[in-house]
Protein backbone atom coordinates (compact mmCIF):
# COMPACT_ATOMS: atom_id res chain seq x y z
CA UNK A 1 0.00 0.00 0.00
CA UNK A 2 2.93 2.37 1.16
CA UNK A 3 4.27 2.05 -2.76
CA UNK A 4 0.88 2.72 -4.00
CA UNK A 5 0.35 5.75 -1.86
CA UNK A 6 4.48 6.73 -2.74
CA UNK A 7 3.70 6.51 -6.85
CA UNK A 8 0.40 8.53 -6.12
CA UNK A 9 2.07 11.25 -4.26
CA UNK A 10 4.71 11.47 -6.95
CA UNK A 11 2.30 11.93 -9.82
CA UNK A 12 0.05 14.40 -7.85
CA UNK A 13 3.32 16.89 -7.78
CA UNK A 14 2.82 16.73 -11.23
CA UNK A 15 -0.68 17.63 -10.86
CA UNK A 16 -0.18 20.29 -8.37
CA UNK A 17 2.59 22.01 -10.66
CA UNK A 18 2.04 25.42 -11.93
CA UNK A 19 2.09 25.01 -15.64
CA UNK A 20 1.99 28.58 -16.72
CA UNK A 21 5.39 29.04 -14.68
CA UNK A 22 7.02 25.95 -16.31
CA UNK A 23 6.29 27.03 -19.45
CA UNK A 24 7.61 31.01 -19.21
CA UNK A 25 10.91 29.99 -18.41
CA UNK A 26 10.81 27.41 -21.41
CA UNK A 27 13.48 28.23 -24.00
CA UNK A 28 11.86 25.61 -26.35
CA UNK A 29 8.07 25.75 -25.32
CA UNK A 30 7.30 22.94 -27.83
CA UNK A 31 9.94 20.38 -26.75
CA UNK A 32 9.27 21.19 -23.05
CA UNK A 33 6.09 20.46 -23.37
CA UNK A 34 6.07 17.54 -25.62
CA UNK A 35 8.49 15.96 -23.04
CA UNK A 36 6.03 16.80 -19.92
CA UNK A 37 2.91 15.18 -22.06
CA UNK A 38 5.21 12.00 -22.46
CA UNK A 39 5.95 11.63 -18.60
CA UNK A 40 2.50 13.00 -17.63
CA UNK A 41 1.12 10.61 -19.72
CA UNK A 42 3.33 7.54 -18.46
CA UNK A 43 3.00 8.67 -14.28
CA UNK A 44 -0.64 8.35 -15.47
CA UNK A 45 -0.05 4.57 -16.75
CA UNK A 46 2.05 3.76 -13.71
CA UNK A 47 -0.56 5.41 -11.59
CA UNK A 48 -4.03 3.28 -13.19
CA UNK A 49 -1.39 0.01 -12.75
CA UNK A 50 -1.11 0.41 -8.98
CA UNK A 51 -4.79 1.96 -8.37
CA UNK A 52 -6.03 -0.86 -10.69
CA UNK A 53 -3.44 -3.80 -8.35
CA UNK A 54 -4.91 -1.75 -5.35
CA UNK A 55 -8.32 -2.63 -6.32
CA UNK A 56 -7.91 -6.13 -7.13
CA UNK A 57 -6.84 -6.66 -4.04
CA UNK A 58 -9.33 -5.00 -1.88
CA UNK A 59 -11.61 -7.41 -4.17
CA UNK A 60 -9.60 -10.29 -2.56
CA UNK A 61 -9.77 -9.11 1.04
CA UNK A 62 -13.50 -8.36 0.53
CA UNK A 63 -14.02 -11.99 -0.85
CA UNK A 64 -11.87 -13.33 1.98
CA UNK A 65 -13.72 -11.10 4.67
CA UNK A 66 -17.12 -12.75 3.22
CA UNK A 67 -16.05 -16.11 3.38
CA UNK A 68 -15.11 -15.83 6.80
CA UNK A 69 -18.44 -14.56 7.50
CA UNK A 70 -19.99 -17.14 6.12
CA UNK A 71 -17.50 -19.96 7.75
CA UNK A 72 -18.25 -18.24 10.83
CA UNK A 73 -22.36 -18.61 10.56
CA UNK A 74 -21.84 -22.22 8.94
CA UNK A 75 -19.49 -23.37 12.07
CA UNK A 76 -22.28 -21.74 14.41
CA UNK A 77 -24.48 -23.95 12.68
CA UNK A 78 -22.94 -26.59 12.69
CA UNK A 79 -21.92 -26.11 16.73
CA UNK A 80 -25.66 -25.94 17.22
CA UNK A 81 -26.35 -29.12 15.57
CA UNK A 82 -23.52 -31.05 17.42
CA UNK A 83 -25.27 -29.36 20.42
CA UNK A 84 -28.85 -30.43 20.04
CA UNK A 85 -28.13 -33.87 19.22
CA UNK A 86 -25.67 -34.44 22.14
CA UNK A 87 -28.47 -33.31 24.18
CA UNK A 88 -31.16 -35.48 22.19
CA UNK A 89 -28.86 -38.59 22.85
CA UNK A 90 -28.41 -37.63 27.19
CA UNK A 91 -32.35 -37.56 27.24
CA UNK A 92 -31.46 -41.29 25.72
CA UNK A 93 -29.49 -41.82 28.39
CA UNK A 94 -26.75 -42.04 26.23
CA UNK A 95 -24.09 -40.21 28.04
CA UNK A 96 -20.90 -41.08 25.98
CA UNK A 97 -22.18 -40.41 22.66
CA UNK A 98 -23.67 -37.04 23.92
CA UNK A 99 -20.37 -36.24 25.35
CA UNK A 100 -18.70 -36.62 21.46
CA UNK A 101 -21.04 -34.35 20.20
CA UNK A 102 -20.47 -31.93 22.48
CA UNK A 103 -16.97 -32.28 22.00
CA UNK A 104 -17.99 -31.81 18.04
CA UNK A 105 -19.94 -28.97 18.91
CA UNK A 106 -16.94 -27.08 20.62
CA UNK A 107 -14.49 -27.96 17.78
CA UNK A 108 -17.35 -25.73 15.38
CA UNK A 109 -17.88 -23.40 18.02
CA UNK A 110 -13.80 -22.70 18.06
CA UNK A 111 -13.69 -22.71 14.12
CA UNK A 112 -16.69 -20.04 14.33
CA UNK A 113 -14.85 -17.40 16.74
CA UNK A 114 -11.66 -18.08 14.67
CA UNK A 115 -13.25 -16.83 11.40
CA UNK A 116 -15.34 -14.59 13.32
CA UNK A 117 -12.02 -12.89 14.37
CA UNK A 118 -10.45 -12.62 11.02
CA UNK A 119 -13.39 -11.13 9.69
CA UNK A 120 -13.38 -8.49 12.70
CA UNK A 121 -10.08 -7.66 12.12
CA UNK A 122 -9.96 -7.38 8.80
CA UNK A 123 -12.76 -4.92 8.80
CA UNK A 124 -11.23 -2.10 9.48
CA UNK A 125 -8.46 -2.67 6.66
CA UNK A 126 -11.14 -3.30 4.19
CA UNK A 127 -12.68 0.05 5.35
CA UNK A 128 -8.93 1.96 5.40
CA UNK A 129 -8.87 -0.05 1.94
CA UNK A 130 -11.67 1.34 0.91
CA UNK A 131 -11.14 4.85 1.24
CA UNK A 132 -7.31 4.79 -0.58
CA UNK A 133 -9.20 3.59 -3.92
CA UNK A 134 -12.04 6.06 -3.70
CA UNK A 135 -9.11 8.74 -3.02
CA UNK A 136 -6.60 7.13 -5.69
CA UNK A 137 -9.76 6.93 -8.38
CA UNK A 138 -10.14 10.97 -7.62
CA UNK A 139 -6.73 11.44 -8.40
CA UNK A 140 -6.69 9.67 -11.45
CA UNK A 141 -9.54 11.97 -12.56
CA UNK A 142 -7.67 14.33 -11.85
CA UNK A 143 -4.73 13.68 -13.24
CA UNK A 144 -6.40 12.86 -16.74
CA UNK A 145 -7.99 16.00 -16.53
CA UNK A 146 -4.64 18.07 -15.85
CA UNK A 147 -3.17 16.19 -18.88
CA UNK A 148 -5.87 17.09 -20.93
CA UNK A 149 -5.37 20.89 -19.64
CA UNK A 150 -1.59 20.44 -20.52
CA UNK A 151 -2.01 19.04 -23.82
CA UNK A 152 -4.82 22.33 -24.61
CA UNK A 153 -1.64 24.16 -23.13
CA UNK A 154 0.85 22.78 -25.33
CA UNK A 155 -1.62 23.58 -28.45
CA UNK A 156 -1.70 27.35 -27.43
CA UNK A 157 1.75 27.65 -26.81
CA UNK A 158 2.93 26.44 -30.23
CA UNK A 159 0.86 28.54 -32.16
CA UNK A 160 1.34 31.65 -30.15
CA UNK A 161 5.00 30.66 -30.65
CA UNK A 162 4.96 30.07 -34.30
CA UNK A 163 2.81 33.42 -34.92
CA UNK A 164 5.46 35.38 -32.72
CA UNK A 165 8.00 33.36 -35.29
CA UNK A 166 6.31 34.77 -38.31
CA UNK A 167 5.55 38.16 -36.61
CA UNK A 168 9.41 38.33 -36.23
CA UNK A 169 10.24 37.41 -39.76
CA UNK A 170 7.86 39.94 -40.73
CA UNK A 171 9.72 42.65 -38.63
CA UNK A 172 13.13 41.08 -40.51
CA UNK A 173 11.70 42.01 -43.78
CA UNK A 174 10.29 45.29 -42.38
CA UNK A 175 14.01 46.21 -41.32
CA UNK A 176 15.45 45.25 -44.41
CA UNK A 177 13.21 47.20 -46.34
CA UNK A 178 13.52 50.28 -44.56
CA UNK A 179 17.54 49.93 -44.74
CA UNK A 180 17.44 49.29 -48.48
CA UNK A 181 14.28 50.80 -50.14
CA UNK A 182 13.94 49.54 -53.55
CA UNK A 183 11.92 52.66 -54.37
CA UNK A 184 15.51 54.51 -54.08
CA UNK A 185 16.91 51.91 -55.93
CA UNK A 186 14.64 53.32 -59.08
CA UNK A 187 15.86 56.70 -58.50
CA UNK A 188 19.16 55.82 -58.91
CA UNK A 189 18.93 53.40 -62.05
CA UNK A 190 16.59 56.45 -63.21
CA UNK A 191 18.93 58.89 -62.50
CA UNK A 192 21.50 57.13 -64.37
CA UNK A 193 19.34 56.84 -67.35
CA UNK A 194 18.68 61.23 -67.49
CA UNK A 195 22.18 61.35 -67.78
CA UNK A 196 22.50 58.92 -70.54
CA UNK A 197 19.27 60.44 -72.25
CA UNK A 198 21.41 63.84 -71.68
CA UNK A 199 24.08 62.82 -73.22
CA UNK A 200 22.61 61.15 -76.43
CA UNK A 201 20.71 64.48 -77.00
CA UNK A 202 23.95 66.49 -76.45
CA UNK A 203 25.79 64.35 -78.71
CA UNK A 204 22.92 64.77 -81.24
CA UNK A 205 22.47 68.38 -80.73
CA UNK A 206 26.54 68.41 -81.13
CA UNK A 207 26.06 66.55 -83.99
CA UNK A 208 23.36 69.00 -85.73
CA UNK A 209 25.34 71.51 -84.94
CA UNK A 210 28.82 70.09 -87.55
CA UNK A 211 26.10 69.29 -90.42
CA UNK A 212 24.81 73.16 -90.33
CA UNK A 213 28.28 74.37 -90.08
CA UNK A 214 28.98 72.42 -93.40
CA UNK A 215 25.91 73.21 -94.99
CA UNK A 216 26.83 76.65 -94.50
CA UNK A 217 30.58 76.73 -95.55
CA UNK A 218 29.29 74.72 -98.91
CA UNK A 219 26.76 77.83 -99.54
CA UNK A 220 29.38 79.90 -98.63
CA UNK A 221 32.05 78.15 -101.19
CA UNK A 222 28.81 78.59 -104.07
CA UNK A 223 28.18 82.59 -103.22
CA UNK A 224 32.11 83.20 -103.68
CA UNK A 225 32.17 81.30 -106.75
CA UNK A 226 29.42 83.19 -108.42
CA UNK A 227 31.45 86.22 -107.15
CA UNK A 228 34.56 85.17 -108.89
CA UNK A 229 32.11 84.12 -112.07
CA UNK A 230 30.42 87.50 -112.31
CA UNK A 231 34.16 89.28 -111.80
CA UNK A 232 35.49 87.28 -114.75
CA UNK A 233 32.47 88.52 -116.36
CA UNK A 234 32.84 92.13 -115.92
CA UNK A 235 36.30 91.66 -116.96
CA UNK A 236 35.42 90.05 -120.23
CA UNK A 237 33.04 93.33 -120.99
CA UNK A 238 35.37 95.55 -119.81
CA UNK A 239 38.02 94.33 -122.32
CA UNK A 240 35.82 95.10 -125.55
CA UNK A 241 32.76 93.12 -125.61
CA UNK A 242 29.12 93.04 -125.03
CA UNK A 243 28.37 89.83 -126.06
CA UNK A 244 27.60 88.19 -122.69
CA UNK A 245 29.11 84.74 -121.80
CA UNK A 246 27.40 81.63 -122.35
CA UNK A 247 27.00 81.00 -118.21
CA UNK A 248 25.43 85.01 -118.28
CA UNK A 249 23.00 83.58 -120.95
CA UNK A 250 21.60 80.51 -119.13
CA UNK A 251 21.82 82.28 -115.57
CA UNK A 252 18.92 85.13 -117.77
CA UNK A 253 17.40 81.89 -119.54
CA UNK A 254 16.42 80.56 -115.97
CA UNK A 255 15.60 83.61 -114.21
CA UNK A 256 13.27 85.06 -116.47
CA UNK A 257 11.81 82.10 -118.74
CA UNK A 258 10.06 82.27 -122.09
Known amino acids: MAQKQSILGRVAQLTRANINALLDKAEDPEKMLDQMIRDYTNSIAEAEKAVAETIGNLRLAEAD ?19 QKA ?32 AKQA ?64 SRFEEKIRRVEAQVAGQAELNASSLDAQFEELELDSTQLEVEARLAELKQLSAGGNQPSLETQQREETENPA
Do not use: C, Y
Request: net charge neutral.
Open 87 to 118: EALRAQGKTAEAARFDNLAKVALSKQIQHENE
Open 123 to 186: APMIESQNEVVEKLKTGLVQMRSKLGELQAKRDQLVARQKTAEAQARVQSAVKSIDILDPTSEI
Open 65 to 83: HAEDIRDAKEWGNKALAAS
